[in-house]
């Protein structure tokens, strides 16, 4: 278990990887009684799935993912849809914080490689939401600077041309196979890690290093765990 080279970088995936993305809490509660219990959890599954699918089209700013994916799931469950529910979600990211362990692991591994984030977040969000993890980052890539959302391969070969790096020259860090990895996969990134938190299947076919601890990944470094 590990890797055997040092990368150039280590890039990660941020929202729900090393951010607690907290977007079904935001929207419980933006909603309120107006999610009734016998349909919340359709319309959070539903609101995912279209959330991806509204990352697949044209670019469109994040916000906009945001308050077409909720209402295509409220006009799936028979609920009304407001654009202030979806601004008010939208506003919440930017303050949630890192899951437990994540700055003391980034902070551990950043001493001894640069790290890098590729996220779907606009560049305002992304920027704030970097300096939540209070960790060292030598580069931020936004959706908004690339102009595409992950999964799309364009993403990855942005960050490739941005990076100055070939392929085998990283290691990309995500807990989503649906979003990362299997484009990281297909990119030709053989060294990857899944931070398996529990919210997908572990595709271990697409060849990574599965933890379920985020103080695991400095040790696949030959580091000491923070």
Avoid at 51 to 66: K, L, M, N, S, W
Wanted: with cysteine; hydrophobic share 40%; charged share 25%.
């Amino acid at each position: 278990m590990g890797f055997d080279v040092k990368p150039k970088f280590v890039t990660f995936d941020m929202n729900g990887t090393l951010i607690k993305f907290s977007i079904n809490d935001a929207m419980r509660e933006v909603l309120g009684d107006r999610l009734p219990t016998e349909v919340a959890d359709d319309y959070l599954r539903i609101c995912k799935a279209y959330r991806i699918d509204e990352c697949t089209g044209a670019y469109q700013p994040f916000h906009q993912v945001v308050a077409r994916s909720m209402a295509r799931a409220s006009h799936a469950v028979g609920l009304e849809y407001r654009e202030d529910d979806a601004r008010a979600v939208y506003e919440r990211i930017p303050t949630w914080g890192p899951h437990p362990g994540v700055t003391e692991a980034l902070n551990r591994l950043a001493e001894e490689v640069p790290l890098v984030i590729i996220t779907n977040s606009d560049t305002a969000h992304a920027v704030r939401l970097a300096e939540n993890l209070k960790a060292p980052f030598e580069v931020v890539i936004s959706a908004e600077e690339m102009g595409v959302y992950k999964p799309r391969l364009r993403a990855f070969e942005y960050m490739f041309d941005k990076l100055g790096v070939t392929p085998d020259e990283l290691v990309h860090v995500s807990a989503s196979p649906m979003y990362d990895l299997r484009s990281a996969a297909i990119m030709g990134i053989n060294n990857k890690v899944y931070v398996d938190r529990g919210w997908e299947h572990d595709e271990h076919w697409l060849g990574y290093e599965r933890i379920t601890d985020i103080a695991d990944l400095p040790v696949l470094f030959g580091l000491p765990r923070p």
